[in-house]
């Protein structure tokens, strides 16, 4: 097991496009989190999953944002309508308990032209 | 008010120096305390871990939670060029994360 893999590692599209950013956690794992980072910031929440539960949304996700995780494996954000402002780290971490502990992805840098 | 205040620094200490990053929290509900390493361009990793009171200790870092004062620390003893990163304090809930801004952090040869 490598850890969490997120993929693409760097992407750049035009302003109005559509993305999609897929994160694979550790093995067993039933926790995941998406959280964005902007430079000089710390990590901001986005969403959580527990299984293929989605169970908290941040209000930083807006329409335009949507996250699956279809078998409680791996998951995907999709971004639509990209704007310059979501310009951003997006970051994967999963844990397979409640208490913390997390493993971090090392994320995907987009860039929105 | 934010849920977990940092000094963003940036902190520029000579090799072998004993660094002190300290985080403040709003919020005297939270459990879990963690501090995480960040490079530039990679995602965080946990540095330490704890959901109490008190010291916790790993090799030259000390970890250092005060729930009376809602006042968390993390100590590097001897530190090196390598720690050369950005270190982010966070508080979680049981559900989700509060990271604070990060403190930069030079360790000059």
């Known amino acids: 097991d490598t850890g969490v893999s997120q993929d693409p590692r760097h992407k750049i599209t035009k302003r109005g496009q559509n993305v999609t950013f897929r994160c694979d956690p550790i093995?067993?794992?039933?926790?995941l989190y998406w959280y964005r980072q902007t430079l000089g910031q710390g990590p901001e929440f986005l969403t959580y999953?527990?299984?293929?539960?989605?169970?908290?949304k941040s209000r930083l996700l807006s329409d335009r944002f949507s996250a699956e995780r279809p078998k409680g494996s791996f998951s995907t954000l999709e971004i639509q309508r990209t704007e310059q402002g979501d310009s951003a780290m997006y970051l994967c971490?999963?844990?397979?308990?409640?208490?913390?502990?997390?493993?971090f992805g090392s994320g995907t840098r987009l860039t929105v032209v | 008010q934010k849920e977990v205040e940092q000094d963003p620094g940036p902190l520029s200490v000579p090799e072998g120096a004993i660094v002190s990053l300290n985080c403040t929290y709003s919020?005297?509900?939270?459990?879990?305390f963690m501090w995480y390493r960040q490079y530039s361009r990679k995602g965080p990793e946990l540095l330490m871990y704890?959901?109490?009171?008190g010291n916790k200790e790993d090799g030259r870092f000390t970890a250092q939670v005060d729930k009376s004062s809602k006042y968390i620390s993390l100590f590097i003893r001897d530190s090196q060029p390598s720690d050369s990163a950005t270190y982010l304090c966070?508080?979680?809930?049981?559900?989700?994360?509060?990271f604070g801004t990060g403190t930069s952090l030079t360790v000059i040869p």
């Open positions: 919020n005297s509900a939270f459990q879990y």
């Open positions: 971490a999963s844990s397979a308990r409640q208490s913390g502990d997390y493993t």
């Open positions: 093995s067993e794992h039933n926790r």
């Open positions: 999953f527990q299984n293929e539960a989605q169970l908290e």
């Open positions: 966070a508080i979680f809930t049981g559900n989700q994360f509060y």
């Open positions: 704890t959901y109490s009171s």
